[in-house]
Every structure is written in C-alpha cells, then in structure tokens.
T-cell receptor, first 111, second 115 residues
Framework: GENVEQHPSTLSVQEGDSAVIKCTYS??????FPWYKQELGKGPQLIID?????GEKKDQRIAVTLNKTAKHFSLHITETQPEDSAVYFCAASYGNNRLAFGKGNQVVVIP | GAGVSQSPRYKVAKRGQDVALRCDPI?????LFWYQQALGQGPEFLTY????????KSGLPSDRFFAERPEGSVSTLKIQRTQQEDSAVYLC?????????????FGSGTRLTVV
C-alpha cells in the first residue's frame, strides 16, 4: 500500500515568516495529493490539493508543489498568521478514493 | 445542515460493550468514508461506500467492526465487544463524486474511549 512520510513533526515560525512542510510518498500510481488542516477538537479541513499532472498550485497565501520523479510534495504558507497554528496533514491517493495520510505537522506561529 | 455531522461527539464504553457511531453526510453526497485517527497520528482508512454499496472495507481492523449505509445517506459504524485498542477518534467524510480521487469533507469525529 501507500506510505506517506511527513517532516518536520513540529515547526515554529515567527508571525509573518513562511512555513514549509514536506512529504514523501511511495506509490508511483498515486495521482492526487490533498493537504488538510486540523484544529483541536475538529475534523481535518481540506485547504489545498494538487493532481499529478500539475507541478504547482497556489491559493492566496498557500501553495503546494509536486515532484513526481522524486515522489515528494510540499506545502508553503507565506506571511503566517496566528490562526495558521494547527496540525497539518498531507495525504496521497491509493486505489480508488482512498487516502493515505502522513502523521501530521504541528505548526506554531509565534506572535 | 451544511457539513458532515457525527454523533455522539464523545463515547465512553466499558471493555466488551458494543457501540454504534452515526454519520450524517452532506445531502446528496455519493461517497462516504470512515477513518480512524489514533492520538497523535494521521487518519487511517477503514471503509468506503458509494451510495448504499460498501465498495471497500479493506481497512476494517477486525470482524468486530461493521459499517452500513442502507439507504445511501446516513451511515453507522458499529464496533462489537470493544477493546482498549479501539480507543480513537472515528472520522466520517463525504464527497459528491462517485469515482476518482477528490477531496473529502470531514465531520468533527466521535472520540471513543474504551475503559
């Protein structure tokens, strides 16, 4: 099956700086890569996603890049704000409709 | 409602008890998923429904776990003879698409604690 690894496990950034989270995956057949944000006591919320036929996608302060050859993808958050503090999960598709998730990154934005 | 609704939000069960967790997906969503999230971990796939058909149950950890979606809307995840290792947050998600890979909308989950 698919194995997704995510690092670093915890990331602290000053407000206004950028945060980057990197993930690797193992299954070359994976073709869909979403990122989720999870706040305490809530379910994961989809924030951005990318398909394997695209190398980069941007939505306001959030961007995702994908390197299919190296099997890694990254989440970039610019101009971080305190409300960006949360746990972020990357995921990769496997089979039909299933997602394999990484273990999550705790992002702490220091005001 | 506008989102995926799960009930109860919290459930404490004595070891050996049976539990039933409910999920109300977004109205009209074809696909419904159950995931299990252990403390400090990412969600892990349990099972997938397309309408009332359970197309994939490969993630269910044992035959004590059973899920159904009889009318293609509300779904119930049942765990029989609960064990301590069943303690986790159980997340339900739905998607409007039937095939292919798309982003899900998750509910807030049911936190199950087995004592």
């Amino acid at each position: 099956g698919e194995n997704v690894e995510q690092h670093p496990s915890t990331l602290s950034v000053q407000e206004g700086d950028s945060a980057v989270i990197k993930c690797t995956y193992s299954d070359s057949a994976s073709n869909y890569f979403p990122w989720y944000k999870q706040e305490l006591g809530k379910g994961p919320q989809l924030i951005i996603d990318i398909r394997s036929n695209v190398g980069e996608k941007k939505d306001q302060r959030i961007a995702v890049t994908l390197n299919k050859t190296a099997k890694h993808f990254s989440l970039h958050i610019t101009e971080t704000q305190p409300e960006d503090s949360a746990v972020y999960f990357c995921a990769a598709s496997y089979g039909n409709n299933r997602l394999a998730f990484g273990k999550g990154n705790q992002v702490v934005v220091i005001p | 409602g506008a989102g995926v609704s799960q009930s109860p939000r919290y459930k404490v069960a004595k070891r050996g008890q049976d539990v039933a967790l409910r999920c109300d997906p977004i109205s009209g969503h074809v696909s419904l998923f159950w995931y299990q999230q252990a403390l400090g971990q990412g969600p892990e796939f349990l099972t997938y429904f397309q309408n009332e058909a359970q197309l994939d149950k490969s993630g269910l950890p044992s035959d004590r776990f059973f899920a159904e979606r009889p009318e293609g809307s509300v779904s119930t995840l049942k765990i029989q003879r609960t064990q301590q290792e069943d303690s986790a947050v159980y997340l339900c998600a739905s998607s409007p698409q039937g095939q292919g890979n798309y982003g899900y909308t998750f509910g807030s989950g049911t936190r199950l604690t087995v004592v």
